[in-house]
């Protein structure tokens, strides 16, 4: 692997790979600021997967943004810090001069896999040209050779297939795009990825298939962390090594996954866990009327989104 992309670092003597701390985000700026994340702090050690949970609208996507350095108004990071590789980045995005400080981190130190990424790239756009300008958007000497082979060796690394780099996105199935998109943004090892609802709009074996990907990924020090922010609590108690529940702009629980879907101690994770793991009695009442009594079995779960013929020619996993 050549110097342009570094190779993946040895894990922290002391097991920390980093520590943020006195997160405080608002949306405005002005004097109706609306608090979205309210001094929030989180750790992760090294190869190590934090699922970050909570309903709609309490702050992930922000704490995230904050975590990637990638605060744009109307969203300023007021304060916080992160340790990580030895340094304290001050986070706060205050004025233009701070955002500047942040652009040899981003991508780098940490990277962001995007909330509803797969969706926003045009399907006119082939995956290598993807590749290249991603890769050039971090650093602008990389040539479009540097970046295919980058590419097509992380995709051998991880046993998919390379001829998908010569796809037009609206070839692949959502499962494909989110796992190059997942690719691409790694490209350049980050130290920590930021994976937003990876998993969110994919059928059951997508998102069994991008689950194992990033676990291999961290196995194989592409990255070294991830926060994995989702609402699918069934999926990230089985991915995640701790857990970290947020409502209203703050965490109110962390600690080691079984720890927390056995023995929650604050309500809001008893609810939350509860919610998603086991409708309740009223709920299930409710869908045995609609199905005409209490004889008949569940409905079948909505049916997997078929391979597309396309996807199919350049294989899948
Ligand atoms: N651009 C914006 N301007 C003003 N308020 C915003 C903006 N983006 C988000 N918010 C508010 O900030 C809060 C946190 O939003 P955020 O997107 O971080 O939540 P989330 O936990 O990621 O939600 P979801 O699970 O739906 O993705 C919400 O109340 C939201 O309405
Ligand atoms: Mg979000």
């Not at 608002?26 to 992760?44: C, N, P, W």
């Not at 990580?84 to 500047?100: N, P």
């Not at 958007?137 to 479009?144: G, I, M, N, Y």
């Not at 540097?146 to 609206?170: F, G, K």
């Amino acid at each position: 692997m050549s110097a342009l992309h570094g190779t993946p670092i040895a894990p922290d003597e002391t097991g920390l790979l980093a520590r943020a701390s006195g997160i405080r985000c608002v949306y405005g700026g002005g004097e109706k600021d609306f608090t979205a994340v309210d001094d929030v702090s989180v750790e992760l050690r090294e190869g190590e997967i934090l699922g970050l949970a909570g309903e709609s609208g309490c702050g992930k996507t922000t704490l995230g943004n904050a975590l990637a350095m990638i605060a744009t108004p109307p969203l300023y990071v007021l304060s916080g810090t992160l340790e990580i590789d030895g340094e304290q980045i001050d986070l706060s995005t205050l004025s233009m001069a701070d955002v500047k400080r942040h652009r040899p981190y981003r991508g780098r130190t940490v990277a962001m896999l995007p909330q509803g990424a797969m969706n926003s790239i045009s399907p006119t756009l082939r995956i290598r040209s993807l590749v290249r300008d991603v890769m050039r958007a971090h650093d602008p000497r990389v040539s479009t050779d540097e970046a295919l082979d980058l590419a097509r060796e992380r995709l051998t690394m991880l046993d998919m297939p390379v001829r998908v780099l010569d796809s037009y996105a609206h070839q692949l199935s959502g499962g494909m795009k989110q796992r190059m998109i997942t690719v691409i943004s790694t490209l350049q090892n980050p130290r920590l990825l930021i994976a937003d609802e990876p998993t969110s709009a994919l059928d059951v074996s997508s998102q069994r298939m991008l689950v194992e990907m990033l676990l291999e990924m961290v196995e194989q020090r592409i990255m070294s962390g991830v926060v994995f922010v989702t609402h699918d609590l069934p999926v990230l108690s089985q991915i995640s090594d701790r857990l970290a529940i947020m409502n209203s702009g703050q965490i109110v629980e962390s600690g080691p996954t079984r720890q927390l879907v056995e023995d929650a101690q604050h309500d809001y994770t008893r609810t939350l866990l509860s919610s998603v793991l086991d409708p309740s009695r009223e709920t299930r009442e409710r869908g045995r009327t609609r199905r005409g009594g209490g004889a008949h079995p569940a409905p079948e779960s909505a049916p997997e989104q078929a391979a597309r013929p396309d996807e199919k020619e350049v294989g899948t996993r």
